[in-house]
């Protein structure tokens, strides 16, 4: 009877691919009951991002504004998709704003869902949590990263 070759060792990833656990050590924990007691998104969580423990152990996060819900459903992301129950919750650039300073930011990151069904597409609740931020922290900057606030994708026709 033939024996088959070995099979080779499988090739480890490289030590910068590795997800690493939360550490008891690092800010994660902090970060995490502070976001989750304003009742703030994250697209560190919503998204699912693999490197949420080693953003949030260094006290940090990417605030998620205009609620959990993105009127779009694009195949790549894994933000919930679907029609809001609620409007946009008008205390949220005061709790996003609360919480940076909480953290101590410097530099806040902002992003949101995609609302089709809000007239502006979510401009001005944007608006409010820049001026939020900016009241709280004067001296921090603030990167947003918006979506198109062109409301529904038209399918083109076919002819």
Request: hydrophobic residues 45%.
């Given at each position: 009877m033939e024996t088959s070759l070995p099979v080779a060792e499988r090739p480890r990833r490289?030590?910068?691919?590795?997800?690493?656990?939360?550490?008891?050590?690092?800010?994660?924990?902090?970060v995490q009951k502070l976001i989750h007691g304003l009742s703030l998104n994250t697209i560190c969580e919503e998204a699912k991002c693999p490197n949420i423990s080693e953003c949030w152990g260094r006290g940090t996060a990417t605030f998620q504004i205009l609620g959990d819900t993105c009127t779009r459903a694009c195949r790549y992301c894994y933000v919930n998709s679907g029609r809001p129950d609620t409007p946009p919750?008008?205390?949220?650039?005061?709790?996003?704003?609360?919480?940076?300073a909480q953290m101590e930011l410097?530099?806040?990151?902002?992003?949101?869902?995609?609302?089709?069904?809000?007239?502006?597409?979510?401009?001005?609740?944007?608006?409010?949590?820049?001026?939020?931020?900016?009241?709280?922290?004067?001296?921090?900057?603030?990167e947003v990263l918006t979506p198109d606030f062109l409301g529904v994708e038209k399918r083109r026709s076919r002819r």
């Open positions: 490289p030590e910068w691919m590795k997800v690493r656990a939360p550490s008891k050590d690092s800010s994660y924990f902090d919750d008008a205390l949220e650039p005061l709790r996003v704003a609360q919480a940076a410097k530099h806040v990151v902002v992003t949101s869902v995609d609302r089709d069904d809000v007239a502006d597409r979510g401009a001005a609740h944007y608006a409010a949590t820049i001026r939020a931020i900016k009241a709280k922290l004067p001296a921090a900057t603030v």
